[in-house]
């Protein structure tokens, strides 16, 4: 039977209006029923105080152990932070040439720019405990150098009015920064005066009411009493650029022409006129390089400096007559060449302290392995023992020589570095 499409229509539409019906009375006015088959997912339910929680013991257990491990790993952490060597910074103003010696024959420590007349050179090394860092140059002026740690060395020139008053300058503002709690620590490396009168620092030494903690002193004054007054070499002329010299093989075995040699000034009346004469008469300046002048230069040429690193080079022996001072740049200078000093053993004038192992006493103390003489008469037997050794033993007395010279080095640096840190950093 054919159904007219007109009640088809209506039909459908009873249908859904029926449908809609049902669906809104279950939705509004049924309690529904949800079997356990259809219980899968449960919708979150705010927290209720008084629900019971099967868990809750286990997760109370579980945080405590968490926590007791959190707290187990801070302690351990601390310890191994307990555990390190404790590291200290100390800042070191060179304002004079031998702070070159300590921070780069010494310490051995890097400086850029590497040029040596840049106006501001700086370098930082480790030795021992203590972090150091390094400022020179004419550009390292008061008020302008960045002081990030409370320690301080500070390195200058005594030997003279005009250099005194100078480092004079230095100290007063080195005073104003402990006053103000900037600086606490103060040490003072010092070219002392060639004849022992560093008067003019006394009052500034901590045992003096002062504020300087520690004196590193040049040459052998009465001072000295390895407390807060500890001597320091003098060490090569860094103000005429003598260079740190690397030893090498050539250096060590070469067959050099010369027995002996001296490149200095000659003073009128002095022990180095002796020393010529000595020479001239023996005949032996054949066999030594000589050069003599009248008057002190205060700096070498590109030539002159050529010319006498060479002479130390060829030599077996350098002669080292006193000046005004027994210690002398050039001492150490053959030692950076392997060339065995020939020192002249004698106490000059002044107010150095004299004594059974004086002069010289820091580089006799250290075993020096000098050939030393009283009197430039004993030259000639000495330079004719040298013609009777072998070039084998003058090899091996060569690299003793330089073997010592950087031991002693080594020494002072640690000697340095030691007394820094027992005198800047003891716990009381």
């Not at 003096?208 to 009465?222: A, E, M, Q, R």
């Not at 330079?383 to 690299?399: A, C, M, N, T």
Request: charged share 25%; hydrophobic share 40%.
């Amino acid at each position: 039977m054919k159904i007219p499409k007109r009640k088809l229509f209506l039909l459908i539409i009873f249908a859904y209006v029926a449908f809609s019906l049902y669906a809104a009375y279950n939705v509004f006015f049924s309690n529904k029923v949800i079997s356990r088959v259809h219980r899968v997912v449960k919708k979150e339910t705010p927290f209720v105080a008084d629900e019971w929680n099967p868990w809750e013991d286990e997760e109370v257990e579980y945080n405590s152990a968490l926590n007791k491990k959190r707290k187990a790993f801070k302690q351990y952490m601390a310890r191994i932070d307990r555990s390190k060597p404790k590291r200290y910074k100390v800042q070191i103003w060179g304002k004079a040439a031998i702070g070159l010696y300590l921070w780069e024959h010494i310490l051995e420590g890097p400086l850029n720019p590497t040029d040596k007349v840049a106006q501001w050179r700086e370098g930082e090394l480790q030795s021992g405990k203590v972090d150091f860092s390094f400022y020179t140059g004419p550009a390292v002026v008061q008020g302008h150098v960045p002081l990030e740690m409370n320690s301080l060395v500070l390195v200058v020139n005594g030997r003279e009015q005009q250099k005194v008053s100078y480092s004079t300058r230095w100290l007063e503002h080195v005073q104003a920064l402990v006053l103000s709690n900037t600086v606490s620590h103060v040490a003072v490396v010092l070219l002392g005066n060639e004849q022992c009168n560093n008067d003019w620092i006394a009052p500034h030494l901590k045992r003096n009411g002062g504020f300087v903690d520690l004196l590193f002193l040049i040459y052998d004054s009465p001072w000295v009493n390895d407390k807060d007054v500890f001597q320091w070499p003098l060490g090569v002329a860094t103000y005429r650029e003598f260079p740190m010299i690397r030893p090498n093989a050539q250096l060590i075995t070469s067959n050099r022409p010369y027995l002996c040699n001296f490149l200095g000034t000659v003073y009128k009346n002095s022990s180095r006129e002796v020393l010529m004469n000595v020479l001239k008469q023996s005949g032996l300046d054949k066999e030594c390089l000589t050069t003599a002048r009248e008057k002190w230069v205060p700096q070498e040429t590109t030539e002159s400096l050529r010319r006498y690193q060479t002479a130390l080079a060829q030599s077996e022996l350098t002669l080292c007559p006193v000046g005004i001072n027994t210690e002398c740049y050039r001492i150490y200078e053959a030692c950076s060449y392997g060339s065995v000093p020939v020192v002249e053993d004698v106490l000059t004038p002044g107010n150095c302290a004299a004594g059974p192992s004086s002069p010289l006493r820091l580089l006799k103390a250290a075993g020096a392995p000098f050939i030393f003489v009283s009197d430039w008469r004993e030259l000639p037997a000495i330079l004719e023992r040298e013609r009777g050794i072998s070039q084998e033993q003058k090899v091996d007395r060569r690299r003793r020589l330089l073997e010592w010279y950087s031991g002693f080095r080594q020494q002072m640096k640690e000697r340095f570095t030691e007394v820094i840190e027992e005198n800047f950093f003891k716990t009381v």
